[in-house]
């Protein structure tokens, strides 16, 4: 692979104004798009070389054929410019969201003559204030209809509505007490609007007002002893206590703002987002994101912001919003939202009190979305087993494939490779099965590929891996013998073997079966940028539908073996990290940190020279010495 890539702008083309860039493919579709304060301090972080760069960043990087910017006056119009592209260009390597469409809302339709209340999980109803979402349908239906006997507004549909306005008499519901519009004849448009309004607002958290105008109503009425009207203030007071308990006080009750819990792995995040108005939990949405790049946890705050308030309206966007770490562009997204909501909002971090409490509460709400969403669809039997016959009929296998074995190849800069093994039986990880092999001399993924392959099929040709051994110990229990027996290394065959990566990883994958004599065993890989699924000797991938239980299967299959790659890479890491560099006099974590930076690992650190280490900022030549002797001597 080339060390640079052959777009690369030329040195000093890049301007140092802020702005957004785009990376386009070679049919010049947008792949990703970035805001930057320094253009070219932001795109030179792409153009190291390549060895350096994380993964799915050096995929995308190499994927793309130009790069372009547009250069703007100001940060906060950098930021507006992203979210606009991103919006219309749906980047495919930028995050990508999946809103929980299950999750219903109350909806008032203000645009309407005489506004109704409604339950729906359509969000795009012109004029309409939502609220919510709730987490049960019959949980919308119970607080409409307490609500309706406080603020007795219209249910009814809209062709009841047009038929009682023509013909003079009240809509059904409205006869039977359960429609409070100008259907009923009970009220006036206007005066129906009143009550709307009323709605709207203690919805919005403006229930104190209205529990002190209520109590002061009955106790005028019981006073004047008009003890009916006095019993309908308290029904009112009762119902409104009722909707009240089922948000318990979480905040001060002036407070309004929403909150972000986020759970994350390397490929994905599920974010808790409750949204506090008066002080209550007046609706919770989840959202799940798939991460193509790999961003920090600020980047991705950045963009979980700039989805939930890019197209809300001002009354949407609450005075305060609590993440759990801060964007680097924390003071341009204050300022983008105090412009679309016409007054300060602040973005903080919650770190102590009621705030922290109620952030931890999202955050394992958002950890245990993250673990439904990975888990959901293996648990269902149905599902599994529609994934292997999609599967056997997507590949011509001749049976269905009931244990497949996974691979990736994972390293750092270039070095310290390892590689993964998962293995899935009936469609379920088997996790005592899971296997890691230490790569120490390979040229790139390819060879890599090939070595750790014709490593595990070897077992295949020993009998006594997979047989049952001798016993190994024995012990009397009950008078009897009993004994107890090794576990064997590699126990089965697989009927599928399944590669992270496209035609030249599924090519080596080949190689090896066939060197091995093992070509008997179906092969596939699976390639990150498109879901394409290769096979080998083909020019062209098989295409799954997005919504195949195949897919999927083969999709989860591939990120177990990169989370399980990545988990013991990083465990070698630091425990190199911790017993090599560490004991080095002198060297702290500072010049640790920059050491692994400019060497990417310990293995490459050891075969650099003195002057080569001398010449890092902050190690001087006896360092240098010190750090040379210390590793030549291990």
Same mark, same amino acid.
């Given at each position: 692979m080339a060390e640079q890539l052959p777009y690369k702008p030329k040195q000093g083309e890049i301007p140092t104004d802020p702005g957004v860039y785009r990376f386009r493919d070679p049919a010049g579709r947008i792949l990703y798009v970035g805001k930057a304060k320094n253009l070219r301090a932001r795109l030179s972080n792409y153009f190291a070389p390549l060895r350096t760069l994380h993964e799915r960043t050096r995929r995308m990087v190499t994927t793309a054929a130009s790069v372009e910017w547009t250069v703007v006056a100001s940060d906060v119009e950098a930021l507006q410019l992203e979210y606009m592209w991103i919006q219309e260009f749906s980047p495919p390597f930028n995050v990508r969201y999946k809103d929980d469409k299950s999750y219903p809302f109350m909806a008032i339709t203000l645009a309407d003559e005489a506004p109704r209340v409604i339950v729906t999980r359509n969000h795009r109803i012109p004029g309409a204030k939502y609220f919510g979402p709730y987490p049960k349908v019959w949980a919308v239906h119970d607080t409409i209809d307490l609500m309706i006997k406080v603020f007795p507004i219209r249910t009814c549909s809209d062709a009841s509505y047009k038929k009682a306005m023509a013909t003079g008499r009240p809509c059904f519901p409205g006869q039977i007490g359960r429609c409070g519009g100008p259907c009923s004849m009970k009220v006036g448009i206007e005066e129906h609007r009143a009550i709307v309004n009323d709605f709207v607002a203690f919805m919005s958290g403006g229930d104190e007002r209205f529990t002190k105008e209520l109590t002061r109503r009955m106790r005028e009425a019981s006073a004047a002893m008009d003890y009916e009207a006095a019993a309908g203030y308290r029904d009112k007071l009762q119902a409104i206590d009722a909707v009240l308990n089922r948000s318990a006080l979480v905040l001060?009750?002036?407070?309004?703002?929403?909150?972000?819990?986020?759970?994350?792995?390397?490929?994905?995040?599920?974010?808790?987002?409750?949204?506090?108005r008066?002080?209550?939990?007046?609706?919770?949405?989840?959202?799940?994101?798939?991460?193509?790049?790999?961003?920090?946890?600020?980047?991705?705050?950045?963009?979980?912001?700039?989805?939930?308030?890019?197209?809300?309206?001002?009354?949407?966007?609450?005075?305060?919003?609590?993440?759990?770490?801060?964007?680097?562009?924390?003071?341009?997204?204050?300022?983008?939202?105090? #412009?679309?909501?016409?007054?300060?909002? @602040? *973005?903080?971090?919650?770190?102590?009190? &009621?705030? %922290?409490? /109620?952030?931890?509460?999202?955050?394992?709400?958002?950890?245990?979305?993250?673990?439904?969403?990975?888990?959901?669809?293996?648990?269902?039997?149905?599902?599994?087993?529609?994934?292997?016959?999609?599967?056997?009929?997507?590949?011509?296998?001749?049976?269905?494939?009931?244990?497949?074995?996974?691979?990736?190849?994972?390293?750092?800069?270039?070095?310290?490779?390892?590689?993964s093994m998962v293995v899935f039986e009936d469609?379920?990880?088997?996790?005592?099965?899971?296997?890691?092999?230490?790569?120490? #001399?390979?040229?790139?993924?390819?060879? @890599? *590929?090939?070595?750790?392959?014709?490593? &595990?099929? %070897?077992? /295949?040709?020993?009998?006594?891996?997979?047989?049952?051994?001798?016993?190994?110990?024995?012990?009397?229990?009950?008078?009897?013998?009993?004994?107890?027996?090794?576990?064997?290394?590699?126990?089965?065959?697989?009927?599928?073997?399944?590669?992270?990566?496209?035609?030249?990883?599924?090519?080596?994958?080949?190689?090896?079966?066939?060197?091995?004599?093992?070509?008997?065993?179906?092969?596939?890989?699976?390639?990150?940028?498109?879901?394409?699924?290769?096979?080998?000797?083909?020019?062209?991938?098989?295409?799954?539908?997005?919504?195949?239980?195949?897919?999927?299967?083969?999709?989860?299959? &591939?990120?177990?073996?990169?989370?399980?790659?990545?988990?013991?890479?990083?465990?070698?890491?630091?425990?190199?990290?911790?017993?090599?560099?560490?004991?080095?006099?002198?060297l702290g974590d500072a010049r640790i940190r920059a050491l692994l930076r400019h060497f990417g690992s310990v293995t490459a650190l050891r075969s650099a020279t003195e002057d080569e280490i001398a010449q890092l900022p902050g190690i001087g030549p006896k360092l240098a010495a010190s750090v040379h002797g210390h590793l030549a001597a291990r």
């Open positions: 001060a009750s002036d407070m309004d703002a929403d909150l972000f819990g986020i759970a994350e792995d390397e490929l994905a995040a599920t974010v808790q987002h409750f949204v506090v008066g002080g209550r939990v007046r609706g919770v949405r989840a959202i799940t994101i798939e991460k193509e790049l790999d961003i920090s946890g600020g980047e991705l705050v950045d963009q979980v912001i700039q989805r939930a308030y890019g197209g809300a309206s001002d009354a949407d966007i609450p005075r305060q919003i609590l993440v759990p770490v801060l964007p680097d562009d924390a003071t341009e997204l204050e300022a983008w939202l105090r #412009e679309r909501r016409g007054k300060l909002v @602040s *973005i903080q971090v919650a770190q102590r009190g &009621r705030k %922290a409490e /109620l952030m931890k509460t999202a955050a394992l709400n958002a950890q245990q979305a993250l673990m439904l969403h990975k888990t959901r669809r293996t648990s269902d039997y149905v599902a599994r087993t529609q994934a292997l016959t999609d599967l056997q009929e997507a590949l011509g296998l001749a049976e269905a494939p009931l244990r497949i074995e996974g691979y990736d190849v994972s390293h750092l800069s270039g070095t310290n490779v390892v590689a469609g379920l990880p088997r996790k005592d099965q899971y296997r890691t092999f230490g790569v120490p #001399e390979t040229t790139d993924d390819t060879d @890599s *590929i090939h070595q750790v392959l014709m490593r &595990r099929l %070897a077992y /295949l040709d020993r009998p006594e891996e997979n047989e049952p051994p001798e016993p190994t110990e024995a012990a009397l229990q009950d008078g009897e013998v009993v004994t107890t027996r090794r576990r064997p290394r590699f126990a089965y065959p697989p009927q599928l073997l399944v590669v992270d990566g496209g035609k030249p990883q599924v090519e080596a994958a080949a190689r090896a079966l066939a060197d091995a004599g093992h070509e008997e065993i179906a092969l596939c890989g699976i390639a990150k940028r498109l879901e394409e699924v290769w096979l080998p000797g083909e020019d062209f991938p098989v295409i799954l539908p997005r919504t195949s239980e195949a897919l999927y299967l083969l999709q989860r299959l &591939r990120d177990e073996a990169h989370r399980f790659a990545i988990t013991h890479q990083r465990k070698r890491r630091k425990r190199d990290i911790s017993t090599v560099l560490a004991e080095v006099p002198g």
